[in-house]
T-cell receptor
Framework: AAGVIQSPRHLIKEKRETATLKCYPI?????VYWYQQGPGQDPQFLIS???????DKGSIPDRFSAQQFSDYHSELNMSSLELGDSALYFC?????????????FGPGTRLTVT | AQSVSQHNHHVILSEAASLELGCNYS??????LFWYVQYPGQHLQLLLK??????LVKGIKGFEAEFIKSKFSFNLRKPSVQWSDTAEYFC?????????FGTGTKLQVIP
């Protein structure tokens, strides 16, 4: 079965650079969540999208932005990267299956800022 | 390969019933374990976590979980559920490099 795809899986950037992380949800899923997990920390919710509209916002820095496109994939854009942005970023894809819903998590993108 | 298995996909309980949700993991090396809750229409929230120490972990809202290393399990428990506990519960295991989530258990509590 198709799973949530995230690209790239690993990314190394320098301070003040920009990065774009991509999430491809499971086909026919309409909701995407983004989470950030710093070293030794719990995953923190960043932002979510439902039907291409932002549906909820968490602790996402102003330097980050995200959107969901017409094909439902989502991109997290990160600018002016800081060392503290080094973390695992993963997304979750959610959608209806029959009369219930399902949610799956992607494998994550490991971002290292040097 | 790392994996997390949640045995129950859908659980229906009456209020005041006791809850136990199963979680088994397969993970090489030192593992951190988590339980998350997702209320309808909301994002994940951390219920509790185990990093080390006492294998019986107490979390928010009266939830607890027990890490049994020999069984590779981290089951979630609550002595008496409430209607407001209706949600989806995710077990997760991981470390610095990766976190793997289970497929979730939907809990429905009937008043």
């Amino acid at each position: 079965a198709a799973g949530v795809i995230q690209s790239p899986r690993h990314l190394i950037k320098e301070k003040r650079e920009t990065a774009t992380l991509k999430c491809y949800p499971i086909p026919r899923h309409d909701t995407v969540y983004w989470y950030q997990q710093g070293p030794g920390q719990d995953p923190q919710f960043l932002i979510s999208f439902y039907e291409k509209m932002q549906s909820d916002k968490g602790s996402i820095p102003d330097r980050f932005s995200a959107q969901q496109f017409s094909d439902y994939h989502s991109e997290l854009n990160m600018s002016s990267l800081e060392l503290g942005d080094s973390a695992l970023y993963f997304c979750a894809s959610r959608g209806w299956r029959g009369d219930s819903y399902e949610q799956y998590f992607g494998p994550g993108t490991r971002l290292t800022v040097t | 390969a790392q994996s997390v298995s949640q045995h129950n996909h859908h659980v229906i309980l009456s209020e005041a019933a006791s809850l136990e949700l199963g979680c088994n993991y397969s993970y090489g090396g030192t593992v951190n374990l988590f339980w998350y809750v997702q209320y309808p229409g909301q994002h994940l929230q951390l219920l509790l976590k185990y990093f080390s120490g006492d294998p019986l972990v107490k979390g928010i809202k009266g939830f607890e979980a027990e890490f049994i290393k020999s069984k590779f399990s981290f089951n979630l428990r609550k002595p008496s559920v409430q209607w407001s506990d209706t949600a989806e519960y995710f077990c997760a295991a991981g470390g610095y490099q990766k976190v793997t989530f289970g497929t979730g258990t939907k809990l429905q509590v009937i008043p």
